[in-house]
């Protein structure tokens, strides 16, 4: 299928099953991060807390694909515990009636909104049905960290810039973390591709220490500033 532009709810009527995040550990949202797209699931515990008190939305986001997991379906998924900081509501897609498995317990004070959806907590061997994705994590890792570079890095203090070699399918590149800067330290940054051809992957190996990554802007191969909402690029 053709992917659309982002936009703002409500959701459509195709839908997308898929995992969108997978986490082999644990999983810690902070900061400005609004919401996650898609069904969630974390083979460990599950922290939510934003910085400035607002809701946090998963399955269904305010602005995005509108591609939505299925209704009635499991959309975050949780190996151990669950927490929600007092200002942070969870928002497991309401109007799709999203259901949330967690393996351990719920916190106290933990809000979770599913309008019709239900909330499933101690529930043994919540990740089970995810268990093969998850088991293969590290193998997929190791592979992709064994593919020859196919094309270029440049970090600045303002953009990063991968140019690929224009032919191979995937493209692969190679971050050397050191170069972003330490949490608290990375600006941001701009993030552009060159030289990958239309429908090819690109995979990005870092390596290096724990960095902070934020992308302010997507640039064009021409240097334009997409609009996520309205320009076709930003999905392709």
Same mark, same amino acid.
């Given at each position: 299928?053709?992917?659309?532009?982002?936009?703002? #709810?409500?959701?459509? @009527?195709?839908? @997308?099953?898929?995992?969108?995040? !997978?986490?082999?550990?644990?999983?810690?949202?902070?900061?400005?991060?609004?919401?996650?797209?898609?069904?969630?699931?974390?083979?460990?515990?599950?922290?939510?807390?934003?910085?400035?008190?607002?809701?946090?939305?998963?399955?269904?986001?305010?602005?995005?694909?509108?591609?939505?997991?299925? $209704?009635?379906?499991?959309?975050? *998924?949780? #190996?151990?515990?669950?927490?929600?900081?007092?200002?942070?509501?969870?928002? *497991?897609?309401?109007?799709? =009636?999203?259901?949330?498995?967690?393996?351990?317990?719920?916190?106290? /004070?933990?809000? *979770?909104?599913?309008?019709?959806?239900?909330?499933?907590?101690?529930?043994?061997?919540?990740?089970?049905?995810?268990?093969?994705?998850?088991?293969?994590?590290?193998?997929?890792?190791?592979?992709?960290?064994?593919?020859? +570079?196919?094309?270029? +890095?440049? +970090?600045?203090?303002?953009?990063?810039?991968?140019?690929?070699?224009?032919?191979?399918?995937?493209?692969? %590149?190679?971050? @050397?973390?050191?170069?972003?800067?330490? &949490?608290?330290?990375? &600006?941001?940054?701009?993030?552009?591709?060159?030289? +990958?051809?239309?429908?090819?992957?690109?995979?990005?190996?870092?390596?290096? $220490?724990? *960095?902070?990554?934020?992308?302010?802007?997507? !640039?064009? $191969?021409? /240097?334009?500033?997409?609009?996520?909402?309205? =320009?076709?690029? %930003?999905?392709?």
């Amino acid at each position: 299928m053709a992917w659309p532009a982002l936009r703002p #709810g409500p959701a459509g @009527d195709s839908f @997308d099953g898929h995992v969108n995040v !997978l986490v082999g550990g644990n999983l810690s949202v902070s900061g400005g991060a609004a919401g996650a797209e898609g069904v969630v699931v974390a083979a460990g515990d599950a922290t939510f807390a934003r910085a400035e008190p607002a809701p946090y939305r998963i399955g269904v986001t305010e602005i995005g694909s509108q591609v939505p997991p299925h $209704p009635d379906s499991d959309m975050l *998924v949780v #190996g151990g515990g669950l927490t929600a900081s007092p200002g942070t509501a969870l928002e *497991v897609a309401p109007g799709l =009636d999203g259901d949330a498995v967690v393996g351990g317990a719920v916190a106290d /004070g933990t809000i *979770v909104a599913l309008g019709d959806g239900k909330l499933d907590a101690t529930v043994p061997a919540a990740t089970a049905p995810y268990q093969e994705l998850l088991a293969g994590l590290g193998a997929k890792s190791a592979a992709y960290a064994g593919l020859p +570079v196919t094309g270029t +890095v440049e +970090v600045t203090g303002a953009a990063v810039t991968l140019t690929g070699d224009g032919v191979s399918d995937p493209q692969v %590149f190679a971050v @050397d973390g050191a170069t972003l800067g330490a &949490p608290g330290e990375s &600006p941001g940054r701009s993030l552009q591709l060159l030289g +990958v051809p239309d429908g090819a992957a690109a995979i990005v190996n870092l390596t290096g $220490p724990t *960095v902070e990554l934020e992308f302010e802007t997507l !640039l064009t $191969p021409g /240097g334009a500033v997409v609009d996520p909402s309205a =320009d076709p690029y %930003f999905a392709d």
